[in-house]
């Protein structure tokens, strides 16, 4: 049984919704490490720091206490996430924190202090990590990696639907463009672009239920996957 298992990819590709099920099946922790760059830009906003301000952010990245614990509301929530003892679960999810999320993750400071927390975490084993960076850097140790991709219509389709579940009023032409644009920054940034580990195995989920990609990720954990890690190169 691989004892950490890391799955990167972009924005809505479906990374969360499967670590959480897989971790829950292996009795595995589940670890999301975009919550620590999200609770970071939104403190930033809350504070009015701009988010170009790449020394104040970093200040903030380096004496936050972000804190994830068992869900203690329940309102479809994984987990609580709290900043200095706030409950900051929901407001990590709002668009204005998607839409500058990737220009603090992009700092080296803010990546420098973050991956250390989340290094720390995933050595202790047993855990399903999600990231952008988790194979490539904060884990290349990791036993099983995961690329999970999908259509950037597709991932805004998802995200779109998410979002009007919530009652948020945000048009699917505008997702779509901020997602563009957070790829964009996320897989050119110079520290820890979003890319696949070369040992990564690809997963195109277009077309695929979050149950499918589960089967798929247990076919390759028994070993019995015909997915080609050397398409991890292509
Ligand atoms: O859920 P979604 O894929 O939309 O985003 P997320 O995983 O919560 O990550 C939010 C942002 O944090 C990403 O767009 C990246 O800019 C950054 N991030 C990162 O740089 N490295 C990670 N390991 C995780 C997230
Ligand atoms: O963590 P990440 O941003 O990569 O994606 P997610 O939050 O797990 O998934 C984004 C949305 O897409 C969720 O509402 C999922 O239910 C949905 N989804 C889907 O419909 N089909 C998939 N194969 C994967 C995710």
Redesign the pocket.
């Known amino acids: 049984m691989p004892n950490i298992i890391a799955i990167?990819?972009?924005?809505?590709?479906g990374?969360?919704s499967i670590a959480r099920k897989l971790a829950d099946e292996l009795g595995y922790l589940y670890f999301?490490?975009?919550?620590?760059?999200?609770a970071i830009?939104w403190l930033a906003l809350q504070r009015k720091i701009p988010v170009d301000d790449e020394v104040q952010i970093t200040g903030l990245a380096t004496q936050t206490m972000i804190d994830v614990r068992p869900p203690t509301i329940q309102d479809g929530r994984g987990y609580d996430v709290l900043v200095d003892g706030q409950d900051i679960t929901w407001q990590?999810r709002l668009p204005e924190v998607?839409a500058n999320?990737?220009v603090?993750?992009?700092f080296r400071g803010v990546?420098s202090s973050?991956?250390a927390q989340?290094r720390r975490i995933g050595l202790r084993g047993r855990v399903v990590m999600?990231?952008?960076?988790?194979g490539t850097v904060?884990l290349p140790q990791a036993d099983l990696k995961i690329y999970l991709d999908a259509s950037v219509e597709e991932r805004a389709r998802r995200?779109y639907v998410e979002l009007q579940a919530r009652q948020e009023n945000v048009s699917y032409d505008e997702i779509l463009e901020k997602?563009k644009m957070?790829d964009q920054?996320?897989s050119t940034?110079e520290v820890?672009p979003?890319r696949p580990a070369e040992d990564a195995v690809i997963l195109d989920s277009d077309h695929l239920t979050i149950d499918q990609v589960i089967d798929k990720v247990h076919q390759m954990i028994a070993g019995k996957s015909n997915s080609d890690p050397a398409a991890a190169q292509a």
């Open positions: 990167d990819g972009p924005a809505a590709s990374k969360s999301d490490t975009g919550i620590m760059y999200r830009t990590i998607d999320v990737s603090v993750s992009a990546r973050l991956t989340q999600v990231g952008r960076d988790i904060v995200r997602m957070r920054i996320d940034r820890a979003l």
